[in-house]
């Protein structure tokens, strides 16, 4: 099942994008001079999948090592590599990067 996630904290507006295990999570602050401040992250277990991140231009790209893939995954360009979306939400396991 997708999801839209959305919230805001004061002018700040989060919006995610929840298709199966992909998570893909942006924010747009609004800035005085008028435009806006945008960041963006991708959370993805496919190697093609964290290489379109990275060639998206993600500001930020965790790839999900589920098969031990860890190495592979930082090659496809992943800023980060966890075991399971736990780890981003502090729990700590042996291969947290």
């Not at 999570?25 to 999948?49: I, Q």
């Not at 290489?51 to 965790?62: H, I, L, Q």
């Not at 800023?79 to 396991?93: F, H, M, N, P, W």
């Amino acid at each position: 099942m997708n999801k839209v996630l959305t919230g805001h904290a004061g002018r700040i507006l989060a919006v995610g994008l929840l298709v199966g295990d992909v998570l893909a999570y942006v924010t747009v602050k609004p800035l005085e001079s008028g435009t806006y401040e945008v960041n963006e992250l991708l959370v993805e277990d496919a190697l093609s999948g964290v290489a379109a991140g990275r060639n998206g231009e993600f500001g930020m790209v965790v790839g999900v090592a589920r098969d031990g893939n860890d190495e592979a995954l930082k090659a496809a360009g992943a800023d980060l590599v966890v075991t399971g979306l736990g780890e981003l939400a502090g729990e700590k396991t042996s291969r947290c990067e």
